[in-house]
């Protein structure tokens, strides 16, 4: 038994195919007091070959690759006199490398014609069931460290040795994250410290000072190699405990350096996407300008005071982006309108009227197959409704009317109640403001009514004499959530 445990011990040092057999073969002998330790495999195409056998004797390896072929035939531990060339007691294993059929024989031989006690074959046997368990090991070991090599990641374990962060391990894979040797990492970890940008440098060494077991860290880095060259990392690893209760980081660096190179592209390609979209809208409202200066400026006012309303709600600079440029062609419908209808001096005979009626619908007809990144046709169709149904042209009510239509609603009766229209002056902001108070969540929102008088009556709001194309087409700042 005490063979039995030093075994294991020496087993438990052998990481590697390097120099495998030769070791067991010792092992054998000085363990177990075999005179004679070999070890066989079935080649592909028939026969048998020893591996290694001591002591090395022609005669031996011969007897020894005869005497196995029983034993791969049928997978059995098998007992038997060899003369090799005195007499020996010999015991054949069977070991079948993870757990598989037959893959290797050992035979250890004894001087001598006596039969091997029962003893001596159970402690063999134990030592078969030990060298499976190794070359299991190795065998898993090898596909990792193969896997690990051909993977375009470095794989890494870091070690915290006396204040400083050493690679115990990095994989074949630093080739294709770093396009150096992972050699280079292991004796000298400043290849990659050294790289990275002072605000990652920074970042990265305070993720690895708080390490502990399961804590995770998932940031990406910007790294010039040794070649000059710039990489866009992503470091994901997890802290652990490694050998003498040391901290280690379990982790990998993946090169993200086209992936951040399209993503680039992809937000360059939407901006341009976005210049062209507003670009159409803007020569839309240019249109409309030529042909009714009146209409394009009423647009162009309602277009800023509805982006004020939807910051003062509180709403994304996106949406209050796609509000802005939405009524600022809010009323491209009335295009179908003769312009002296629109320009009539006097108060308009009903099938007029019912024509002007129109714009909303014609509208969303014009606009509804652009694909806009905002619902622009429903609320270009929507900007009459009213809450209490009495709006039109599809008499919805309450919440069937989206927010950004409600804005605009608010925006569109102020400014055409305080400003002129051909059929009569401007009746002032304050009559404008008393309107949607006096209907305030009957016809319009109360929310957007109460930031509109807020806009008016405390934070000064006053209509542009004019305003900007290039104004009224900008984003708004990002940090920003209204304007004035």
């Known amino acids: 038994m005490d063979a039995v445990v030093r075994t294991a011990q020496y087993l438990a040092g052998i990481v590697s195919y390097e120099g495998l057999w030769p070791q067991l073969a010792r092992l054998v002998r000085n363990f177990f007091g075999a005179d004679v330790a070999a070890f066989v495999a079935r080649e592909a195409e028939g026969g048998e070959r020893c591996l290694h056998c001591e002591p090395d004797c022609p005669m031996l390896v011969a007897a020894c690759a005869e005497a196995s072929g029983l034993v791969f035939e049928s997978g059995f531990l098998a007992t038997e006199a060899v003369r090799i060339p005195d007499p020996h007691e010999a015991i054949l294993l069977p070991i079948g490398r993870e757990r598989q059929r037959t893959a290797y024989v050992l035979i250890a031989a004894h001087r001598g014609a006596m039969e091997l006690s029962r003893d001596t074959l159970d402690l063999y046997l134990a030592l078969a069931g030990l ?4 070359l299991d090991r190795i065998a898993s070991q090898h596909r990792f460290l193969s896997m690990a090599d051909n993977v375009p990641e470095l794989l890494f374990q870091l070690v915290e040795h006396d204040g400083t962060w050493m690679f115990g391990y990095a994989s074949g894979g630093a080739r294709a994250a770093l396009g150096v040797e992972a050699q280079a990492l292991i004796a000298d970890p400043a290849v990659l410290f050294a790289g990275v940008d002072e605000v990652g440098h920074k970042r990265l060494l305070e993720a690895l000072q708080v390490c502990a077991t399961g804590r995770r860290v998932h940031f990406p880095l910007c790294w010039r190699g040794p070649d000059g060259g710039l990489r866009h990392l992503l470091l994901d690893a997890v802290g652990a405990t490694g050998e003498l209760g040391r901290p280690v980081w379990d982790g990998a660096l993946r090169d993200i350096s086209e992936q951040v190179r399209l993503e680039e592209e992809s937000r360059r390609n939407l901006l341009r996407l976005n210049k062209s979209m507003e670009d159409a809208i803007q020569a839309i409202a240019t ?32 949406q209050v982006h796609g509000i802005r440029l939405t009524a600022a062609i809010h009323d491209i419908g009335k295009i179908h309108v003769p312009a002296e209808i629109l320009s009539y001096p006097g108060p308009l005979p009903e ?16 606009l509804r197959s652009v694909d806009f990144p905002w619902p622009v046709a429903e609320m270009v169709l929507q900007h009459h409704e009213h809450l209490d149904g009495s709006g039109y042209p599809r008499g919805l009510r309450g919440d069937e009317i989206m927010l950004g239509a409600r804005i605009i609603t608010v925006a569109d009766v102020v400014e055409a109640i305080a400003l002129y229209r051909p059929y009569r002056p401007g009746l002032g902001v304050d009559t404008a403001l008393a309107e949607i108070e006096q209907n305030r969540g009957a016809r319009y929102d109360a ?8 806009l008016f009556r405390r934070q000064g709001y006053r209509f542009p004499e004019t305003v900007d194309p290039g104004r009224l087409f900008a984003r708004p700042a990002a940090h920003r959530k209204q304007e004035g």
């Open 287 to 318: 249109t409309i300008e030529k042909r009714d200066p009146y209409t394009a400026g009423h647009q162009r006012r309602v277009a800023d005071l509805a982006a004020h309303l939807a910051a003062a709600l509180g709403m994304p600079d996106e």
């Open 351 to 366: 099938i007029e009227f019912a024509l002007i009626r129109t714009h909303p619908e014609v509208g969303y007809q014009i």
């Open 131 to 134: 060298i499976e368990t190794t």
């Open 447 to 454: 929310r957007v009514v109460d930031a509109c008088l807020d």
